[in-house]
């Protein structure tokens, strides 16, 4: 089962938001909404692919390579810790 | 006239591939695709926001602020053409 | 006179904390430090560049193109405020 | 021993080559280089500091969780290695 099955849910009720998020800029578009307003709708966009990119990764350490919740082996339990910590930290 | 009026057509047709990006992310969690090739897929996501980006800051630039092209403060012209560079250097 | 010249004493105390925080970095691995400590001073250098980069593209906007202060163009002082919003929403 | 520790050299070379870029701009400042000069000079420490990014991480990856050239684990070496290539897709 992939990482992408287990948190499948929240994962694609993140991924449909930001396909609202994509919807609400094309209608500003059309709408011909003042540049800064698409703007600020574009970083928002950016924020949540962000996002999305972080919850990825980490799912993927947790379950192709080491889950500190569970691992037995301590200290490969405490450098997956450390590493989802600098995955957030570098790609926010 | 907005400088997202301007090039809406083009600006437009950008917001669209990537609704339909997203769709092919949401299609691959659906069908429980392998995370390294959700994860290829939210990457092509983030190239082609910041592509977005720097397209609707150039406009900007260009519509609101200094047209390097038809300024005639030729310094002006000069000064805003190297912005529109770094905007590309720092942003792609 | 170039925009690095007026602000250049902000500029340079900035760009010499950033050498201190290099050697910072130098240390830490001359020492052993363990990487998770590495990669916080790390982190903390690139907010730093970030930062740079915003405070030189400001700089460069509001003397070689438009300083939304002084201006006498209305509309252009309002696109070069809005630009300069954008950099630091962006690049920060 | 910490991943900074065996990989000391190679990270440490990488380290003063950056602090020799800081000193550059440091000059460039005092001499009232062109800005664009300037802003190329930091565009080059944005990416050196990225490349030392990703370097540190990989160093963790390998050292505190799973090498993927020696560990005993087929799926978590492939999970590591698929990691390792996805960090320096989105760091780069």
Redesign the interface.
Known sequence: ?????KN?TR??AR??R??GQ??A??R???N?????E???L??S??GA??G??VE??E???R????NPDSDDDA??A???A??I???R???K
């Open positions: 089962m992939s990482h992408t099955t499948k994962l694609l991924v449909r930001l396909k994509m919807e800029i094309e500003s578009l059309e011909e909404a003042p540049c800064g698409v703007l600020n574009v970083a966009v950016r692919v962000n999305l990119t990825l990764i799912d993927h350490i379950e192709h390579v080491s200290d490969r405490q450098g997956a450390e590493l910590d600098v995955v930290t570098y790609l």
